[in-house]
C-alpha cells in the first residue's frame, strides 16, 4: 500500500465527542506528579532555609492554576469544535500519525515563542501574560501561574492548525508544550550541559526570562527551544543572581481574581482617562515598559507643578 500523508477524510461533526475521548489527558494525569516534585522542593527549601517560597504567593499560585484547568475543560470542547472545523476545511489534511506530533511541536513552539514575545511588547496581550510574571519567588509552583484569559492567545497558533495536523496531534502537542514549562521554574538546577544550554529553554535560561532587572526584561521568549532567541537576538545567558518579579509588583499576592485582573482593570483605566485615539490606542497595545515610563514621566510632571502650585 503506498504510502499517503495528505488527503486524510473529513472528521464528522457528529462524532466530536469520540475525537475529544481519543484525546489523551495529559495535564490532568501529570497533576500529581507535578505536586508531588512541588511538596519535594518546598520540604527540601524549608530545610535548608532558602527563600524560595512564600506563603501567599504559593497560595495564589495554587488557586491560579485551579482556576486554570477549569477554565480549559470549559473550553475545551469549543476549541476542539474551531480545530475540527479548519482540518475539515483544508484539501491537505494530515492522517493521523503519530510521527507527526515532531514536526508539529517544532512548528507550534515557534509560533509560541512569537505569542509569548508579543505578550511582552503590547500592553493589551501582557494583560493576559503578567500573571506568570507576578511571584516574586522562583520556584515550581510558578509554573502554575496561568492566566486564565490567555487562551485568547489560540489566534497565533491557528497557522500551525492551518498546516493540516490532525486536531489529536495538535491538542496533543499543546499539552506536552504546556508540561515541558513546568520543570525549568526552579532554583535548584543550575547549569546543565552547554549543548542542552544551547538548545532548550531549560531553568537557567527561564530564570533570565522572569528577571526584573534590565539586562533580563524582554529576554528569553523559547518555551521548549531556546535557539529561537539565538536566531532572533533575544537570547541572554544568566550572569547575575534573578531579582524575580514585574517592575511594579502586585499586593493582593494569594487574590486569585486580583492576580489575573489587576493588569486588564489598569490597562481599562488609563484608556479612559486618556484624551484622543492615538493615546488610548498606546495604553492598550504601546509597550509595558514604554507606558510604565510614560506613567512615571507625568507623575513627576504633576509633582512638579503641585510644588510649584504651592
Given at each position: 500500500?503506498?504510502?499517503?500523508?495528505?488527503?486524510?477524510?473529513?472528521?464528522?461533526?457528529?462524532?466530536?465527542?469520540?475525537v475529544?475521548?481519543?484525546i489523551?489527558?495529559?495535564?490532568?494525569?501529570?497533576?500529581?506528579?507535578?505536586?508531588?516534585?512541588?511538596?519535594?522542593?518546598?520540604?527540601?527549601?524549608?530545610?535548608?532555609?532558602?527563600?524560595?517560597?512564600?506563603?501567599?504567593?504559593?497560595?495564589?499560585?495554587?488557586?491560579?492554576?485551579l482556576?486554570?484547568?477549569?477554565?480549559?475543560?470549559?473550553?475545551?470542547?469549543?476549541l476542539?469544535?474551531?480545530?475540527?472545523?479548519?482540518?475539515?476545511?483544508?484539501?491537505?489534511?494530515?492522517?493521523?500519525?503519530?510521527w507527526?506530533?515532531?514536526?508539529?511541536?517544532?512548528?507550534?513552539?515557534?509560533?509560541?515563542?512569537?505569542?509569548?514575545?508579543?505578550?511582552?511588547?503590547?500592553?493589551?496581550?501582557?494583560?493576559?501574560?503578567?500573571?506568570?510574571?507576578?511571584?516574586?519567588?522562583?520556584?515550581l509552583?510558578?509554573?502554575?501561574?496561568?492566566?486564565?484569559?490567555?487562551?485568547?492567545?489560540?489566534?497565533?497558533?491557528?497557522?500551525?492548525?492551518?498546516?493540516?495536523?490532525?486536531?489529536?496531534?495538535?491538542?496533543?502537542?499543546?499539552?506536552?508544550?504546556?508540561?515541558?514549562?513546568f520543570w525549568?521554574?526552579?532554583?535548584?538546577?543550575?547549569?546543565?550541559?552547554?549543548?542542552?544550554?544551547?538548545?532548550?529553554?531549560?531553568?537557567?535560561?527561564?530564570?533570565?526570562?522572569?528577571?526584573?532587572?534590565?539586562?533580563?526584561?524582554?529576554?528569553?521568549?523559547?518555551?521548549?527551544?531556546?535557539?529561537?532567541?539565538?536566531?532572533?537576538?533575544?537570547?541572554?545567558?544568566?550572569?547575575?543572581?534573578?531579582?524575580?518579579?514585574?517592575?511594579?509588583?502586585?499586593?493582593?499576592?494569594?487574590?486569585?481574581?486580583?492576580?489575573?485582573?489587576?493588569?486588564?482593570?489598569?490597562?481599562?483605566?488609563?484608556?479612559k482617562?486618556?484624551?484622543?485615539?492615538?493615546?488610548?490606542?498606546?495604553?492598550?497595545?504601546?509597550?509595558?515598559?514604554?507606558?510604565?515610563e510614560?506613567?512615571?514621566?507625568?507623575?513627576?510632571?504633576?509633582?512638579?507643578?503641585?510644588?510649584?502650585?504651592?
Amino acid at each position: 500500500m503506498p504510502f499517503s500523508l495528505f488527503g486524510a477524510d473529513k472528521i464528522s461533526l457528529e462524532s466530536i465527542n469520540s475525537v475529544e475521548k481519543s484525546i489523551p489527558n495529559i495535564i490532568l494525569w501529570a497533576v500529581p506528579v507535578m505536586l508531588f516534585f512541588t511538596v519535594i522542593e518546598m520540604v527540601v527549601a524549608y530545610y535548608q532555609e532558602h527563600d524560595f517560597y512564600d506563603k501567599k504567593e504559593t497560595i495564589g499560585s495554587v488557586l491560579v492554576g485551579l482556576g486554570n484547568l477549569v477554565v480549559s475543560a470549559a473550553i475545551k470542547l469549543a476549541l476542539l469544535y474551531l480545530c475540527v472545523w479548519i482540518y475539515n476545511a483544508l484539501p491537505w489534511r494530515m492522517e493521523f500519525q503519530w510521527w507527526t506530533l515532531i514536526p508539529c511541536y517544532i512548528i507550534y513552539d515557534f509560533f509560541s515563542y512569537w505569542a509569548h514575545r508579543v505578550s511582552h511588547e503590547q500592553r493589551f496581550w501582557w494583560a493576559t501574560h503578567v500573571v506568570h510574571h507576578s511571584g516574586e519567588h522562583y520556584n515550581l509552583t510558578v509554573s502554575y501561574r496561568l492566566s486564565w484569559i490567555q487562551h485568547i492567545k489560540i489566534i497565533f497558533f491557528l497557522p500551525v492548525a492551518f498546516m493540516g495536523f490532525h486536531p489529536i496531534i495538535f491538542f496533543v502537542t499543546n499539552q506536552i508544550a504546556v508540561l515541558f514549562q513546568f520543570w525549568v521554574h526552579t532554583e535548584y538546577i543550575r547549569r546543565m550541559p552547554s549543548w542542552v544550554e544551547y538548545i532548550f529553554a531549560t531553568p537557567s535560561n527561564h530564570r533570565v526570562h522572569h528577571g526584573s532587572q534590565e539586562q533580563y526584561i524582554d529576554k528569553n521568549y523559547g518555551a521548549t527551544f531556546i535557539f529561537w532567541d539565538r536566531i532572533f537576538g533575544t537570547f541572554e545567558p544568566e550572569v547575575e543572581p534573578v531579582i524575580y518579579g514585574i517592575t511594579t509588583n502586585i499586593p493582593n499576592k494569594a487574590n486569585p481574581l486580583f492576580i489575573n485582573f489587576h493588569e486588564v482593570a489598569d490597562m481599562i483605566n488609563d484608556v479612559k482617562q486618556a484624551r484622543g485615539f492615538r493615546k488610548k490606542m498606546f495604553y492598550m497595545f504601546g509597550s509595558p515598559v514604554a507606558i510604565a515610563e510614560e506613567k512615571k514621566r507625568l507623575e513627576v510632571k504633576e509633582t512638579a507643578e503641585e510644588q510649584v502650585t504651592v
